[in-house]
Nanobody, 126 residues
Framework: QVQLVESGGGLVQPGGSLRLSCAAS????????IGWFRQAPGKEREGVSC????????YYADSVKGRFTISRDNAKNTVYLQMNSLKPEDTAVYYC???????????????????WGQGTQVTVSS
């Protein structure tokens, strides 16, 4: 059974950092492209970052470029999202998602992903 579990969320002050983890079970993550998405109250789910299955190419939304870094550790079947210089507008529930296939590129469109985690809350506030 394919399962994704996010962890690492919490409350942090503006300018602080968090590292989110997305642990996979039931499948080998190295054959999947992984995306991070977030959803704030009253807003649509938006793409944050993704990493492709082939080549490990990455993509970032403009709002997080230069502050967030996505990486994967296939040996641990885990993808990470390092978030630095956090802002109040980064507050949201963060989800990871997976789609199988030998993709060289990834996209930040929720409809393109087949499997989703339950989400982890990130709150940036003083």
């Amino acid at each position: 059974q394919v399962q994704l579990v996010e962890s690492g969320g919490g409350l942090v002050q503006p300018g602080g950092s968090l590292r989110l983890s997305c642990a996979a079970s039931g499948f080998a993550m190295d054959y999947y492209s992984i995306g991070w998405f977030r959803q704030a109250p009253g807003k649509e789910r938006e793409g944050v970052s993704c990493i492709s299955s082939s080549d490990g190419n990455t993509y970032y939304a403009d709002s997080v470029k230069g502050r967030f870094t996505i990486s994967r550790d296939n040996a641990k079947n885990t993808v990470y999202l390092q978030m630095n210089s956090l802002k109040p507008e980064d507050t949201a529930v963060y989800y990871c998602a997976a789609v199988p296939g030998p993709f060289r590129l990834c996209v930040l469109l929720p409809r393109e992903y087949d499997y989703w985690g339950q989400g982890t809350q990130v709150t940036v506030s003083s």
